[in-house]
């Protein structure tokens, strides 16, 4: 019986794992797991109801409409000054961001991640070459290129737009990643790895990779808001998807009408608490990944 107790006790004390310590995490901070619900059902609901959606139709001009407001006619947000729907143009506004932000964020975490794991695991010579790159791409002023690249560009679209941010988005992991590679690289478990001759590949990517997992979460959670920033950014400024494409920042862009930004608002508005909601939500579930990834940090 005192056997058995005993080895209760040792169950119960047992550290929990990843996973648990984030559950616990969110239990403790209710703020953020009522922003990775609520976030994660704006998501989904957006992208789906834009499936549902004609694009072609929505755009459509229909001057007589021009301005309706809210619950005239049938439009629950009202019409722009072309008289296109509001609400339709948000959903697929939303659907527009939240894929390119998405998109953003795979390719330069693929990219960072890559060449980050490359240079602490290797060090050296190949570590200075790629720092070298890394550190000149980083003095560069991103959005000013940016708008350089999106401006020569004589016809561009969604995938273009991709590329070019993505181009000037991928530093940041890669120096985080080299930085964990580097002490990574000096545990035993990998200096065993090599004594038992096990690949370079194998070692980066199957053991150096997972253990960053943690790290990896926080930075691309909050990767993918800034992305959302400066794809709404550019939009608003004009800089970012075409006029004929909606996006949550080529509808606030319709704010800089003075008038339209006094006695128009259901044009602007919910675009704009829109991307507040999305902005603020999502830092607060990095945040508390970034608590449960930092002991020092963590609630209790």
Do not use: C
Not at 69 to 89: F, I, K, S, W
Not at 129 to 158: A, D, H, S
């Amino acid at each position: 019986m005192e056997q058995h107790n005993n080895e209760t006790v040792k169950f119960d004390n047992s550290p929990p794992t990843g996973i648990q310590v984030v559950l616990r995490e969110f239990k403790k901070d209710k703020l953020a797991m009522i922003s990775f619900f609520g976030i994660t059902f704006l998501i989904i609901a957006f992208l789906v109801a834009a499936m549902f959606l004609n694009q072609e139709e929505i755009l459509k001009i229909k001057l007589l409409e021009r301005y309706t407001e809210p619950g005239v006619n049938g439009y629950t947000l009202g019409t722009d000054e072309a008289g296109r729907d509001m609400l339709g143009q948000l959903v697929i506004g939303a659907k527009n961001s939240i894929l390119i932000a998405f998109a953003i964020t795979i390719i330069t975490s693929v990219a960072g991640i890559g060449l980050g794991i490359i240079m602490g695991y290797y060090g050296g010579l190949i570590d200075n070459l790629f720092m070298r790159i890394t550190e000149f791409f980083m003095t560069l002023p991103n959005l000013m290129v940016i708008i350089v690249f999106v401006t020569i560009i004589p016809k561009y679209g969604v995938l273009e737009l991709i590329l070019i941010i993505s181009l000037f988005q991928w530093m940041s992991t890669a120096r985080l990643v080299r930085s964990k590679a580097l002490s990574e690289g000096r545990r035993d478990y990998v200096n065993a790895s090599k004594t038992m001759g096990t690949s370079d590949f194998a070692i980066m990517f199957r053991g150096i990779l997972p253990n960053l997992s943690s790290i990896l979460i926080v930075e691309l959670t909050l990767n993918f808001a800034g992305n959302v920033g400066i794809e709404t950014g550019l939009s608003f400024l004009g800089f970012g998807l075409p006029p004929s494409t909606p996006s949550l920042g080529t509808l606030v862009n319709y704010a800089r009408n003075p008038i339209v930004l006094s006695e128009k608002w259901w044009v602007w508005l919910p675009a704009s608490i829109l991307i507040l909601i999305l902005m603020l939500g999502i830092n607060y579930v990095g945040q508390a990944l970034r608590r449960a990834a930092d002991a020092k940090q963590r609630i209790g």
